[in-house]
């Protein structure tokens, strides 16, 4: 029985799976989206949101915590600097996992994963579905209020 095991092994033992995670949390920082397969995007999810949480608050002890988990002085600069101040005010769900197929040689179920605040085309997607919501009554008094703002250039064009 496998009663509390969450994480998925990913066919690798301890050390290989850290260090694979680890290099793909870098990959993401570094490059914001990265293609792999969906059980590694899940899994990675699962391990860079906690670190992203930790990145929000600039503190010596974070930026340890943090580098003892990626090793690499160029990503947590561009953590703690860049990524940090976009994630700022989201209160978690740093990632986004977009499907995108089956890959050809062995039909693995391939995504993209990114840093959600990075992707400028979704961004400009919701601010235009938030202006859109309009009401009924809303449409009958902006009519109303246009033929009112006609109607005195149509008299000051008839004289």
């Given at each position: ?132 919501s309009t009401r009924r009554a809303g449409k009958k008094a902006a009519a109303k209020a246009e033929d009112t703002a006609d109607a005195p250039a149509e008299e000051a064009k008839a004289e």
């Open positions: 029985m496998r009663h509390n095991k969450k994480f998925n092994h990913l066919g690798r033992k301890a050390a290989h799976r850290g260090a694979m995670l680890s290099n793909m949390a870098c990959s993401l920082i570094m490059h914001k989206r990265i293609s792999t397969t969906l059980a590694k995007a899940k899994a990675l999810r699962i391990y860079v949101e906690p670190l992203l949480t930790k990145a929000k608050e600039d503190t010596t002890a974070n930026r340890r915590l943090v580098f003892s988990e990626l090793k690499q002085k160029e990503v947590i600069t561009e953590l703690f600097n860049n990524v940090s101040e976009k994630i700022a005010n989201r209160p978690g769900g740093y990632t986004r996992i977009l499907r995108t197929g089956f890959r050809l040689g062995d039909a693995a179920e391939m995504c993209i994963i990114e840093l959600v605040d990075y992707n400028e085309n979704m961004l400009k997607e919701t601010k235009k579905a938030a202006k859109k």
